[in-house]
């Protein structure tokens, strides 16, 4: 309902965390990582916005939520470019910031397409999923989640990254695409999502001032 009212569908991007099932077709180890590191209940489905346990249940409640984040000029911008080789995706990531701070970047693979019966669907579109979570860069679990720090950064300055992933033979690659993220110091020892943007896999993104 919320990706067909066109005055939000272009403010947010969506995580699909399949962690529930070990059996469940789109289930993955980064989504029960992220799932554990964010605390969530073991009900399902729950959603939680900017990497955060904050929740909401209600379209009102979402609106709201994306309401409250959302900025008309993004404070970071994004370029991307990857590739495959053999097993292999490699990512490049470029940051340019408008605001100084200290910055993280973080890149997430995403498959669609994902054929699996949901319990209690009333629709035959509600047993294929998108967005579903596959993995994470990052050698540890806080670069695989928050991203890499890449420092403190001055109005104007870049920072980029480097990572690979290694990719599942069960997942199909023509089906993914990379979330990549840029957050920045709240001050308080957390972070904040400052832009996410979707790179193709294969495909070069260039800095988007939105």
């Known amino acids: 309902e919320l990706a067909g009212d066109e005055s939000y569908a272009s403010k947010y991007l969506l995580v699909a965390s399949h962690s529930y099932n070990y059996d469940d077709a789109a289930y993955s180890s980064a989504a029960s990582t992220l799932s554990r590191a964010l605390n969530l209940p ?11 346990t904050n929740e909401a249940s209600y379209l009102s409640e979402i609106k709201a939520g994306i309401d409250d984040l959302h900025k008309d000029v993004a404070d970071v911008v994004i370029s991307a470019v990857s590739v495959i080789t053999g097993s292999i995706l490699k990512v490049k990531v470029q940051i340019k910031v408008a605001k100084e701070n200290t910055y993280r970047i973080a890149a997430w693979l ?10 209690g669907a009333t629709a035959s579109w509600q047993n294929t999923h998108n967005n579903a979570l596959r993995a994470m860069a990052g050698e540890s679990k806080t670069e695989q989640i928050y991203g890499l720090k890449v420092g403190t ?25 990379l979330l990549i993220i840029a957050s920045s110091s709240d001050g308080l020892g957390d972070y904040d999502v400052a832009n996410c943007i979707i790179a193709p896999i294969g495909e070069s993104v260039k800095f988007e001032y939105n």
């Open 42 to 52: 073991g009900y399902y489905p729950w959603l939680t916005f900017n990497l955060t």
């Open 110 to 119: 995403l498959e669609d397409n994902i054929y699996a019966p949901q319990s």
């Open 153 to 177: 950064l001055q109005p104007g300055a870049k920072a980029s990254m480097e990572s690979e992933i290694t990719l599942n033979e069960s997942w199909d690659a023509d089906n993914c695409k």
